[in-house]
């Protein structure tokens, strides 16, 4: 063990108490945070005996490994899922997360002879406590998730350790060059690495990653789920107007939704003449209906207060009478898992975490339902499938959020607009489909794999 990993290992080590207290102050929101604390240190209530039981795959009843650490990458590794257990027939799965929502999403992927756990704190001890439990054939990293300790217990342990999907935005990249001694070698630690861009894998490589290949980014494969489509549709048919929605929206930007909202009212005496003429032309401005999906389900109760405290009436989610909205100012999203059906029910998609200098969110998956996109100047962490967008007319940047909310209401009120709009979306999401089956391909070659069924498949060396 080098200097650097040393002195993080007895940082890491040092920090527990930490941890135990975070944790137990977000399962206050969360009450998921609070379950099965004990293997976040790395121990396991499952007996030996039931984990290695064989299979019909060659892999001596080894899991293949997956960490997901939030709900992005579980649904990432949702998709990915599908094609691995076409590549290896019989494969079972060891699901690993960081959160609350990404373990309850992750809890839907399972089937007989599954296992999900939290991936444990990146001590020594807890490492070997893992590896030494669940002995995987292969661990599979989605998309940035690079853990010093873990690299090193897998290298010495012979388990080949790949990153797929991975991205590294330049303030990630700058971060791990101030920290190079304790970065170089986990990243150099990895098997195999596969990178959403270009741009991606160049940063990757100059740490030393042993990139593979540029596969593009696994979420252009989501498949939006029909029955939620479906249901967001009603909901949408329900609307006497148009629905805008302010989608993942990220603390802070809900105060800057209401200073929009506090700057299209009018004064009383100019509101009373507009009543008077509204009948007459009921295009003044925009009119149109608020959806508000906050990203975290631990700040439900805290936006609601927020937009209430500003004199807006709310209607949340999980309040609707027979499964449809009732009249509000504002519709609040306040489920996990329906987010396409909150896609199909808006005209038009403000992407939280873009506003504030957060680095954005995705937005394939606004795409994939049809759904035409409003980002701000922050979208860093989603910067090459945001550039993809915007080329495609699939979404717009605005410099702040008034902006963007008086483009996407415009929009939303032009029909015409709007109907091209939803195609050039649809349209971009196809196009760059086929990360999954070409990732699944890579890993079950990790694997020693030679799988006729996906020989049609390009290799990554004819992907760079």
Known sequence: MNWARALYSAVVWGAQPLLRRKLRRRARAEPGYAVAVHERFGRYDQPMDSLVAHSSVDLMGRFVWIHAVSLGETRAADILLRELRNAIPGMRLLLTHGTATGRAEGEKLLQPGDVQVWLPWDTPGAVHRFLQQFRPAVGVLMETEVWPNLIAACQERRIPLVLANARLNEKSWRGARRLAPLALPA???????????????????????????????????????????????????????????LA????????????????????????????????????????????????????????????????????????????????????????????????????????????????????????????????????????????????????????????????????????????????AAHAFAKAHRGAARATARQIAHVLGWTLSALDTVPAASELH
Request: charged content about 20%.
């Open 187 to 245: 990243y150099q630690g990895l098997a195999a690495v596969w990178a959403q861009s270009a741009s991606d894998a160049r940063r990757l490589e100059d740490l030393g990653a042993p990139v593979q290949g540029v596969l593009g980014n696994l979420k252009f494969d989501v498949v939006p789920d029909a029955t939620l489509m479906e249901m967001g549709r009603g909901w949408r048919a329900a609307s006497q107007r148009p629905v805008v929605m």
């Open 248 to 423: 993942s929206s990220r603390e802070g930007e809900e105060t800057l939704w209401l200073e929009y909202i506090r700057s299209k009212r009018l004064p009383a005496q100019e509101q009373q003449a507009q009543d008077a003429i509204k009948s007459e032309a009921s295009s003044l401005g925009p009119d149109v209906q608020w959806l508000i999906v906050p990203r975290h389900p631990h700040r439900f109760d805290e936006v609601q207060q927020l937009l209430q405290g500003a004199g807006l009436s709310v209607s949340r989610r999980s309040s609707w009478q027979q499964g449809f909205p009732a009249a509000a100012d504002v519709w609040l999203g306040d489920s996990v898992g329906e987010m396409a059906a909150y896609y199909a029910m808006a005209d038009v998609v403000l992407l939280g975490g873009s506003f504030a200098p957060l680095g954005g969110q995705n937005l394939i998956e606004a795409a994939a339902c049809g759904c035409p996109v409003m980002v701000g100047p922050h979208t860093f962490n989603f910067a090459e499938a945001t550039d993809l967008a915007l080329d495609a007319k699939a979404a717009w940047r605005a410099p702040n959020l008034h902006a963007a909310a008086e483009r996407a209401c415009t929009l939303a009120l032009k029909p015409a607009e709007l109907k091209e709009a939803r195609a």
